[in-house]
T-cell receptor
Framework: QKEVEQNSGPLSVPEGAIASLNCTYS??????FFWYRQYSGKSPELIMS????GDKEDGRFTAQLNKASQYVSLLIRDSQPSDSATYLC?????????FGSGTRLSIRP | DVKVTQSSRYLVKRTGEKVFLECVQD?????MFWYRQDPGLGLRLIYF???????EKGDIPEGYSVSREKKERFSLILESASTNQTSMYLC?????????????FGNGTRLTVT
């Protein structure tokens, strides 16, 4: 079993709709979870951190964490063309941060 | 705002050359990391460091070494560059207590070895 699994996509969402990105992880001891956005040719940029079960909202972004089910998700409301990017989930492992391979999101006008 | 600066955005080197990639952070972070990122393979950890003069191997250390002489600076060294080291290299840093702290990335260095 991979340490973290993400659907590679591409996920195509119409402009203005809600984009939903999901990630599952294997380490039950993980305490910290992160979502990064990466535009093509650029480095990853942190957009959300979440540490406890439930929802955390920041503008158009909502991160959801369910430790019992070992998944974390990211919702993007009112999707814009500028949201088209690859989204990486990450969580804290024993001595390092583990990254998923990313989901490519495309917002179509 | 955290600033992680990588010395070069693009680099072209020849096979067999010794290559230095430099990274500097301005937030007094204890932990620094070097990753490479390739299409379809995601981010792979090469080396990391918890403190000055300390280093730990990541998942793919072969063909690389690192140096951390000062807290703010972490260098990645390719002793003898090979074409399979053509990649995007990303430096990152974070505070101690890494479990609760996200990584902050530099802009990346796209290295081409010919």
């Amino acid at each position: 079993q991979k340490e973290v699994e993400q659907n590679s996509g591409p996920l195509s969402v119409p402009e203005g709709a809600i984009a939903s990105l999901n990630c599952t992880y294997s380490d039950r001891g993980s305490q910290s979870f992160f979502w990064y956005r990466q535009y093509s040719g650029k480095s990853p940029e942190l957009i959300m951190s979440i540490y406890s079960n439930g929802d955390k909202e920041d503008g158009r972004f909502t991160a959801q964490l369910n430790k019992a089910s070992q998944y974390v998700s990211l919702l993007i409301r009112d999707s814009q063309p500028s949201d088209s990017a690859t989204y990486l989930c990450a969580f804290s492992g024993a001595s390092k941060i583990i990254f998923g391979s990313g989901t490519r999101l495309s917002i179509r006008p | 705002d955290v600033k992680v600066t990588q010395s070069s955005r693009y680099l072209v080197k020849r096979t067999g050359e010794k290559v230095f990639l430099e990274c500097v952070q301005d937030m007094d972070h204890e932990n620094m990391f070097w990753y490479r990122q390739d299409p379809g393979l995601g981010l792979r950890l090469i080396y990391f460091s918890y403190d000055v003069k300390m280093k730990e191997k990541g998942d793919i250390p072969e063909g690389y070494s690192v140096s951390r002489e000062k807290k703010e600076r972490f260098s990645l060294i390719l002793e003898s560059a090979s074409t399979n080291q053509t990649s995007m290299y990303l430096c990152a840093s974070t505070w101690t207590g890494m479990g609760n702290s996200p990584l902050h990335f530099g802009n990346g260095t796209r290295l081409t070895v010919t």
